[in-house]
């Protein structure tokens, strides 16, 4: 007899499958590569009216395995000894890549860089995305460049966007600049070891995005902190799923990205320039969001109020920690999610992001891997120029409308796939018990989020008498990659 082994469920085949089927398009673009090649052979130099900030010391700060580097940052403190100026260089994709080429067609069709977790479907040819376009330590590269100054209240202003060259003198991850920002015992940061100025300046940083952050907040900005599923993948194969949460790295980022595109979209709208908005309109379903806080004890005002609503996180987020992830996650769906809209220029009266409290907001920070933001750099640099716009409103306005269901299909496929992941993960791990809290009773079955790792699942058996809101344990007794599911039963 000869014995059997059952394969491995091929995870990349099924990201493909699912891409397929959501309509994107993964063969190659014609004329792409003589395309790459050209921009390749084209070096990077000084020109008139860019600035050459390559001697600033700046860095960057994504995660550990992040190759498509868009954006570093830099910052001093100003004259008056009290504000600190930030700087915040963005890879100018849009000297690489120009409208109505192959590439750029290609980028507009598919939108966004797509991420799973064991193969990222780019938007761009990785030649560029994470090389030629990429803000790699260590390279010159051509950047627009926003600039604001944080006053000691958390107020931007002072703001500015220029062409410039820059070089990323040190690239770092969240996972290491976290924990040392936290002072956590044992956190150690390589790069920063005996280099006392680098240290200095991402104190500064964090500095800055500290104010930047209470302020947001005190506007009634949503902070929802929550926890996400983080998958271990060696050699294409899902090791273990680990929780993650944000930090003061992520934080940092997250706030200088939020204060660089609120910067461009005000300055896009003052000078009269038509372009994209992201925006969260104001809850329709807010009723049901008051209904929902309600049953929680706390009594929300009748009209949508994201200061209210955020005070109520914050509390929510320390009295019952076990019940807040599900809590949480009912308000964004509730909250609907974010668009693309055309902004008409001259236009004051714009929609704006009811989730960070924000009137004007665009996305300009990440044009490697977002379609969007690629539009907006084109429009900021015909801008600067001087120079007709590059987009048309009408076209603005159809970008938009593809934009938003390429996101649509986006979050499908990383859906669909963070349950294929989760089940290949807990697979070796049957029979194991874990403690969960039931996330849903309807006429479908009973459904349990587990605590760690964090996935969701079935219990198939034993669910009689749970109701949303309990805690309990269960068992594991399946997992199915092909479907999707993960099935649970209480001893």
């Known amino acids: 007899m000869h014995s059997t082994t059952t394969p491995p469920f091929d995870l990349a085949a099924a990201a493909r499958a699912e891409m397929i089927h959501e309509g994107f398009s993964l063969g190659e673009t014609p004329g792409g590569d003589a395309q790459v090649e050209a921009i390749r052979s084209h070096r990077t130099q000084a020109e008139a009216g860019v600035k050459n900030l390559t001697s600033l010391p700046w860095s960057s700060i994504d995660n550990d395995t992040s190759r498509d580097l868009d954006q570093i940052e830099y910052a001093e403190r100003a004259a008056d000894g009290v504000g600190i100026r930030v700087l915040v260089a963005i890879a100018d994709v849009a000297a690489a890549i120009q409208k109505d080429t192959p590439l750029d067609r290609a980028a507009a069709a598919q939108t966004q860089t797509v991420y799973t977790a064991v193969h990222n479907f780019a938007m761009l040819p990785e030649e560029l995305s994470t090389d030629l376009t990429s803000l790699n330590e260590g390279q010159v590269r051509r950047v627009i460049v926003c600039e604001f100054t944080v006053d000691a209240a958390g107020l931007a202003s002072a703001a500015a966007i220029y062409a410039a060259l820059a070089s990323n003198g040190a690239q770092l991850a969240y996972s290491g600049v976290g924990p040392w920002l936290e002072e956590k015992a044992g956190a150690q940061v390589p790069k920063l070891a005996g280099n006392p100025a680098l240290a200095a300046q991402l104190r500064l940083q964090d500095e800055a995005a500290r104010r930047l952050h209470k302020q947001r907040l005190a506007l009634g900005a949503l902070d929802f902190k929550r926890v996400e599923a983080d998958p271990v993948v060696v050699n294409g194969q899902v ?200 996330t849903g009773v309807n006429d479908k079955g009973t459904f349990l989020r587990v605590f760690r790792p964090p996935v969701e699942g079935k219990i198939v058996r034993g669910a009689e008498g749970l109701d949303v809101g309990d805690t309990t344990t269960v068992t594991l007794l399946s997992t199915d990659p092909v479907h999707a599911f993960i099935d649970f039963a209480r001893p």
């Open 239 to 438: 090791q273990a799923i680990e929780a993650v949460t944000s930090n003061r790295a992520t934080d940092l980022i997250a706030d200088f990205m939020i204060a660089a595109n609120e910067t461009m979209a005000v300055i896009l709208r003052r000078s009269g320039r038509s372009c994209l908005r992201r925006v969260v309109r104001s809850p329709e379903r807010w009723g049901r969001i008051v209904t929902l806080v309600a049953g929680k004890g706390t009594t929300l005002p009748a009209a949508p109020d994201s200061a209210a609503l955020n005070t109520f996180l914050q509390a929510q987020r320390v009295a019952d920690p076990v019940h807040y992830p599900d809590l949480s996650l009912a308000i964004i769906k509730l909250m609907g999610p974010g668009e693309y809209v055309l902004a008409r220029g001259g236009e004051d009266d714009q929609p704006g992001h009811f989730g960070l409290a924000a009137l004007d907001y665009t996305h300009s920070t990440a044009p490697n891997r977002r379609y969007a933001d690629l539009v907006t750099q084109r429009i900021v640099k015909a801008m600067l120029a001087g120079e007709p716009a590059p987009y048309t409103e009408d076209e603005l306005a159809a970008i938009a409308e593809h934009l938003n269901e390429r996101d649509s299909a986006a979050r499908k496929v990383e859906r669909s796939m963070q349950k294929r992941v989760a089940a290949v993960a807990l697979g070796g791990r049957l029979g194991e018990h874990f403690e969960g809290v039931v």
